[in-house]
Every structure is written in C-alpha cells, then in structure tokens.
C-alpha cells in the first residue's frame, strides 16, 4: 500500500515525533498499570474496568500506529526555502473577500500544525488548496459549505 507523502515543517515534525515517544512510553506505561489493576479485581468477564482498561489500549495502539504511519510519509518542508512572491507553506496572506468586504489573515500550515483559532489554515483545506501557489493581486473562487468564497490576496509575507 502506497502513502501520500504528508508535507510538514521540522517543527510539525518533531512536535508529532515528541507526541509518539510519550504514547510509547508515558501512556503505554499507564494503561498496562490500568489492565493489571482490573485483572486484580476478578473474574474478567464481568470486568467494566477491564473492559475499558482494553478499550483504552486499543485506542492507543491505534494512535501509535496513525502517528508512525504520518511520521514515515513525512515530507519535511522548510519554509524559508520556498518563493515569497506566492503562496505557500508558512505564509501569512492578507486576503480580501470580495463578496463582504471583510479582510482575512490567514498562516498556511501543515495538516499537523493548522489551528483555525490561531489563523493558521491547512494546505489540504478548501481554502487553503484555493490559496496554495497564488500571486498578490490573484483572485481565488474557492467552495466552502456556504457556498463560494471569492478572495484577493493582497499581501503575502514570511517570517
């Protein structure tokens, strides 16, 4: 089976890698002392807490695996090396949308590293793909849910 490769900077790298060494560790360490807790209670087929105790495991065992995966696929992309006269990763683009007026600011981010709250918008996101390779002065049509968004950039600044 083929992976996309999952672009991301070195932070959003060594964030994901920080965040798979504690579940390996830390967690894992937890919930083994969870699943010998509720092993010491008896009889294991009436056992709610280690029915949720195993549960638990299953679920970070699937993490484990969803991060490695990411971590494998990883193509490490350093902003600072990418044009500044068009949007890509790492930019911070002041927009303009065109149907209300409304000026946006908007940071492209990695999937791992997007944080709508923070401004910061994924590359994979509607926006964010309309957005990915445009000039200041573009125009951009992107879907949304609520219909179409038609932006201007107007600026577009690194660092």
């Known amino acids: 089976m083929t992976h996309d490769k999952v672009i991301m900077t070195r932070e959003g790298y060594e964030k994901l890698a920080k965040d798979l060494h504690h579940l390996k560790t830390k967690k894992r360490r937890e919930i083994a002392a969870q699943l010998e807790h509720a092993r010491a209670l008896g009889d294991l087929r009436e056992n709610a807490e280690y029915e949720t105790a195993k549960e638990a495991k299953h679920q970070l065992e699937s ?7 990411r971590l494998a696929c990883a193509a490490i992309v350093d ?81």
């Not at 993490?63 to 995966?69: D, F, G, P």
């Not at 590359?123 to 992107?142: D, F, Q, W, Y």
């Not at 949304?144 to 932006?151: D, S």
């Open 63 to 69: 993490r484990i695996a969803a991060l490695e995966a």
């Open 79 to 159: 902003p600072s090396e990418l044009p500044t006269d068009k949007a890509y990763l790492g930019a911070t683009l002041e927009l303009k949308n065109l149907g209300t007026g409304e000026l946006l600011r908007y940071t492209l981010a990695a999937q791992d590293e997007a944080d709508p709250a923070q401004g910061k918008i994924s590359v994979t996101s509607p926006i964010g793909k309309g957005l990915l390779g445009k000039a200041v002065r573009e125009v951009v049509n992107i879907q949304i849910p609520a219909g179409t968004a038609r932006l201007e950039i107007l600026k577009i600044m690194r660092g």
